[in-house]
């Protein structure tokens, strides 16, 4: 019990949840009963998804007067203010998820009331969480998909079942003793004496988030080249004839971007959304529908379904053969929205893309435009800045799920660094040094120069 001879002390600790007030021992002050008790009963719960206050773990926190002034611009506030502003900030958006979690798990919030409780309704909350398996969140998964060693361990213990020693020392094992691996993305062929299998581009010198998107993006390519191969010769092998309605095109000596291209504008000029490739009279409710009949029963590509298509995931870690499938999968992602929108990267790998806030607020756009993807912060950026020109007035953010009230443009961008993390304005790296043959050139005109001036 860490010296705490109290019985009051000893009941706070639970059997199967150990709290420990570091600060009371660090201190040299008696420990925060209350603050033990909270966190026990919050860890019990054992839900992942509840948001978590920052510096609510047994850590003295220094309350902030909220300002009266919400209008400030930063760049007049000093360094000590900018950051209590920041904090309030997120400590405004933490009750505003926790609200919004309990509205949606409960249906209404109500405020918590730490000194009446019912005994019995804990008890049924601890064996719920004790029965449920807990599982990794969203971007802890994405990370595990790079490991799998980790992932391996990590399911393990996730299990409601003890697992077995065996299992868990193999895993181990390997992770203690690494061998030296360069991480490369899903489907990606690594380099060959450090040149790209696909171009030969020599790729030594280069750093490693660079090299990992030299190579995806060779690896897209090179397949997309390959499909395309195979959907001209099924258009030219197996279907010869366009048998849309009395059409009879002839698919000769032409690309299978003209051959898909030909069948999608049959199925967009056809208003009734009704298939009739060789009479079939099938009737669908839009044209994404009719284009995956005609794709899956008739086995005519167009581009809605053609696999020449090829998109990476950066968060699931997969590609996608066609846009139908790229829209569908992008479906998912909506579902699952939260703030976040930045980039996370390790290892030199884009493990998550950052988003636009704009593109995410536009529920009439596409999926494909919504959840647009952006591995690099300065595209992102670029981006944004052309949104912002067209929105002067920008009175609340964006973001589908943020209401958050903005007065200004540094606001706006003050706001997407601290509530969805998307990472602030930095200064570009310099590609390559400056080669010798320029430095000697400039050593030649400050000669001249110099000339010059003495004369």
């Not at 609200?99 to 918590?112: D, I, P």
Request: with cysteine.
């Amino acid at each position: 019990m860490m010296g705490n001879s109290e019985v009051i002390h000893a009941d706070s600790y639970a059997p199967d949840t150990i709290a420990i007030d570091t600060q009371a021992l660090v201190n040299g002050r008696a420990p925060k009963v209350q603050l033990i008790e909270m966190n026990i009963s919050m860890t019990r719960q054992a839900d992942d998804r509840a948001p978590q206050k920052l510096g609510s773990r047994l850590t003295d926190v220094k309350v902030v007067p909220i300002k009266d002034e919400e209008s400030i611009i930063a760049s007049q506030l000093s360094v000590k203010q900018q950051y209590e502003l920041r904090r309030q900030m997120r400590n405004k958006n933490y009750t505003k998820r926790w609200k919004a979690y309990l509205e949606e798990e409960n249906g209404s919030y109500e405020e918590a009331d730490l000194q009446s409780g019912n005994d019995e309704k804990c008890e049924d909350e601890h064996e719920h969480a004790t029965n449920t398996v807990r599982n990794p969140s969203r971007y802890l998964t994405a990370l595990l998909r790079h490991d799998p060693d980790r992932q391996e361990l990590i399911e393990l213990f996730y299990h409601t079942k003890s697992p077995q020693i065996g299992a868990c020392v193999e895993t181990l094992q390997r992770m203690a003793n690494p061998g030296k691996k360069r991480a490369t993305y899903r489907g990606v062929d690594p380099p060959e004496s450090e040149r790209c299998s696909h171009c030969k581009t020599e790729l030594n010198m280069q750093r490693p988030e660079r090299l990992n998107a030299h190579l995806l993006n060779c690896t897209r390519q090179s397949r997309i080249k390959a499909q395309t191969q195979h959907i001209k010769a099924h258009f030219e092998s197996s279907l010869r004839n366009c048998r849309w309605n009395d059409c009879g095109h002839s698919f000769r000596s032409q690309s299978a971007g003209t051959y898909s291209l030909h069948v999608t504008r049959h199925l967009e000029s056809n208003r009734l959304q009704q298939c009739l490739w060789e009479r079939c009279g099938f009737t669908a409710a839009c044209y994404e529908d009719l284009a995956l009949h005609v794709g899956i029963k008739h086995d005519v590509p167009t581009e809605w379904t053609t696999t020449t298509r090829r998109h990476y995931c950066y968060e699931h870690n997969f590609w996608l053969v066609s846009d139908q499938a790229w829209s569908d999968h992008l479906r998912q992602h909506l579902e699952d929205l939260n703030d976040f929108c930045g980039l996370i990267r390790n290892n030199g790998l884009i493990i998550v893309a950052a988003q636009c806030l704009f593109c995410l607020g536009d529920v009439n756009a596409p999926p494909h435009v919504r959840c647009a993807q952006y591995p690099d912060i300065f595209m992102l950026h670029k981006h944004m800045k052309s949104h912002l020109e067209h929105n002067t007035q920008l009175d609340t953010c964006p973001h589908p799920r943020c209401d958050d009230s903005l007065g200004s443009h540094e606001a706006f961008w003050q706001h997407a660094t601290d509530i969805h993390g998307i990472p602030p304005f930095g200064p570009r790296r310099l590609k390559r040094k400056r080669s010798d043959t320029l430095e000697e050139n400039d050593c030649v005109i400050e000669s001249d120069l110099g000339a010059i001036k003495s004369q």
